[in-house]
Nanobody
């Protein structure tokens, strides 16, 4: 079965960096759309970034220039490099997969079929 396992979250001061990883298994990772989402307490889950099977990446306006999504198809692993972190980046971060799409990934949570358990990112001022 499909399994997504995130790691790399933690607590950091504003301006710091973190790198999230998501190990994927149970499907053909290299041909699937992948994404990172986040959800802060009391807020809806929102897209952070998506990447298609051709390494075409889209980032939310709120993280452009600070976060970078990437994938390693030899390791079935998705990454999110987060630099210049801000307190408003504090949230639970989720890895998501859509094995049914490879080029046009979609931007909403409903577009993604499978989810990891999440990893907490806390940024203090």
């Amino acid at each position: 079965q499909v399994e997504l396992v995130e790691s790399g979250g933690g607590s950091v001061q504003a301006g710091g960096s973190l790198r999230l990883s998501c190990a994927a298994s149970g499907y053909t990772y290299s041909s699937a759309c992948m994404g990172w989402f986040r959800q802060a307490p009391g807020k809806e889950r929102e897209v952070v970034a998506t990447i298609n099977s051709y390494d075409g990446a889209l980032h939310a306006d709120s993280v452009k220039g600070r976060f970078t999504i990437s994938r390693d198809n030899t390791k079935n692993t998705l990454y999110l490099q987060m630099n210049s972190l801000k307190p408003e980046d504090t949230a639970m971060y989720y890895c998501a997969a859509n094995p049914g799409r490879s080029v046009v990934c979609g931007r909403g949570p409903a577009e993604f079929s499978y989810w990891g358990q999440g990893t907490q990112v806390t940024v203090s001022s």
